[in-house]
């Protein structure tokens, strides 16, 4: 089976642009986040989506957005880029909203 | 604020040997534990999750967790190059109706040959 899937996996944007990352779940798994990690830390919770809907919210501002669609994949959007946006985007699947997660490759996501 | 403290290193260890690597957390209603490997420029891949206090072991993996002292560790028996990457202790805290997974910074670990 294949694991979670995320595009793209590179991406640089300029400040103040608009950038879209999506992410495919593992095969039955219903329940989709997202987090963020820049470099020697660990991933920082953005969003929960279970079943198409808002679950967990992390302490994001509202520039960042996301949804899941009826097949359980997910976009996360951020407007008005920031240098400080510049990190590696991790999405993760899991069966139920609290179940093990399991992380796909990341979009590493680069601001100038 | 939920917080899941873990010391960065690096944790430096000869081929063979036990590697423990300790995390604590904070929020006391925390469920459920989870410690994933991370090699560099890569994405976390899970290696244990525990749920209730004591030992939980899978082939040189061991976990434990403490919840009275809110705590929780990884031993890797045995411990080769390959082992060498950064883990990352995760611990899902429920906040309003959801749980909010909390990761640490994780701790580096190296074993040389």
């Known amino acids: 089976d294949a694991g979670v899937t995320q595009s793209p996996t590179h991406l640089i944007k300029t400040r103040g642009q608009h950038v879209t990352l999506r992410c495919s779940p593992i095969?039955?798994?219903?329940?989709v986040s997202w987090y963020q990690q820049v470099l020697g830390q660990g991933p920082q919770f953005i969003f929960q989506y279970y079943e198409k809907e808002e679950r967990g919210r992390g302490n994001f501002p509202d520039r960042f957005s996301a949804r899941q669609f009826p097949n359980y994949s997910s976009e996360l959007n951020v407007n008005a880029l920031l240098l400080g946006d510049s990190a590696l985007y991790l999405c993760?699947?899991?069966?139920?909203?609290?179940?093990?997660?399991?992380f796909g490759p990341g979009t590493r996501l680069t601001v100038l | 604020q939920k917080e899941v403290e873990q010391n960065s290193g690096p944790l430096s260890v000869p081929e063979g040997a036990i590697a423990s690597l300790n995390c604590t957390y904070s929020d006391r209603v925390s469920q459920s534990f989870f410690w994933y490997r991370q090699y560099s420029g890569k994405s976390p891949e899970l290696i244990m999750s525990?749920?209730?206090?004591g030992d939980k072991e899978d082939g040189r993996f061991t976990a434990q967790l403490n919840k009275a002292s809110q705590y929780v560790s990884l031993l890797i028996r045995d411990s080769q190059p390959s082992d060498s990457a950064t883990y990352l202790c995760a611990v899902n805290g429920e906040s309003g109706g959801s749980y909010i997974p909390t990761f640490g910074r994780g701790t580096s670990l190296i074993v040389h040959p």
């Open positions: 095969s039955g798994h219903k329940s």
């Open positions: 993760a699947s899991s069966a139920g909203w609290d179940d093990t997660q399991y």
């Open positions: 525990i749920y209730s206090n």
